[in-house]
């Protein structure tokens, strides 16, 4: 793993920084601060202002996990609670506003981070679609590959640019960014309309529904995570599973030169940041169309 640099000062103090969250790579609390830090100017725009849901591992991985979508007492102060205008009374929604909301995060043991695809900003109008291409057993690798460039290609056709990550699990995300016009409908619709037409196309290989025994063989096009309230992990956020995998962004034109879903990791993201030219989602934000526009 390449040494980070020094952790600048920040208003949060780690309690116990020398907790390990990732037994196999011997990956601690602070270290897991040190590459948010790291990694925070390209994730930030990601995640501040917007609700988020967490998997939190006091423990570290081989220990309880569980997911929180509301505040919990003795929290981190920078840790902000966001009110949905629509469910005000189940409780405040867990957000940040900068870095030492992140750290704060940190010292929650939340070892990954689920926003939601709209901001607080616009709570009705979300901001991106998140096509997750979820592999059932017996899909090889290339599969998932070539099912994402199929998405790329229909999502452009619709006027929408297309980015993509690994999912740190065992799958890609295909994502569109959007300007915030549409409402949460019109996003469902459109993305349940997509997987249904590609499932449609190609039905030995794409299926939309979360079936174990249909799956075999078939990629899941995960349209769900386009809904109100629910979430998909942040780009860069790490995941709760052995070798601290990390949810990379990547380019189109190294897509094919990937080796799989969890590829990159805190362990070697360092090094892959160190060695970029560019962000491959530099053009991201400024890639936002307004679906209504090209929906009709």
Not at 13 to 28: A, E, K, M, S
Not at 63 to 88: E, R, S, T, Y
Not at 119 to 124: A, G, L, M, T
Not at 168 to 192: C, M, Q, R, S
Request: hydrophobic share 40%.
């Amino acid at each position: 793993m390449q040494t980070p640099a020094p952790r600048t000062a920040h208003a949060v103090t780690l309690t116990h920084p020398d907790r390990i969250y990732w037994p196999d790579g011997g990956v601690t609390k602070a270290g897991l601060a040190d590459y948010y830090e790291a990694v925070w100017p390209r994730m930030a725009p990601f995640i501040i202002d917007r609700p988020l849901a967490l998997l939190r591992c006091p423990e570290g991985i081989e220990g309880p996990c569980f997911f929180q979508k509301n505040v919990w007492k003795g929290m981190n102060a920078h840790i902000v609670a966001l009110d949905d205008p629509q469910n005000a009374q189940h409780g405040h929604l867990i957000g940040i506003h900068d870095l030492d909301g992140l750290m704060g995060l940190v010292q929650g043991a939340a070892l990954e981070i689920h926003p939601w695809e709209a901001s607080c900003r616009d709570w009705e109008q979300p901001d991106q679609l998140v096509m997750d291409l979820d592999p059932g057993e017996g899909v090889g690798w290339a599969s998932v590959i070539a099912a994402a460039r199929e998405m790329r290609v229909r999502l452009e056709a619709s006027g929408l640019a297309a980015f993509v990550k690994t999912s740190g699990g065992k799958g890609l995300h295909v994502i569109a960014p959007l300007e915030p016009v549409a409402d949460w409908a019109g996003v469902k619709t459109f993305t349940h309309t997509l997987a249904q037409d590609m499932a449609a196309d190609s039905p030995e290989r794409f299926i939309t529904t979360v079936s174990k025994v249909k799956r075999h063989g078939r990629i899941l096009l995960d349209y769900l995570r386009n809904q109100r309230g629910a979430t998909s992990v942040a780009p860069y956020s790490t995941r709760a599973r052995p070798g601290a995998p990390v949810s990379m962004p990547v380019s189109w034109a190294e897509l094919d030169t990937l080796t799989g879903p969890a590829q990159f990791t805190l362990g070697n993201t360092m090094e892959r940041l160190a060695s970029q030219r560019t962000d491959p989602w530099a053009d991201f934000h400024a890639a936002r169309r307004p679906l209504g526009a090209v929906n009709g």
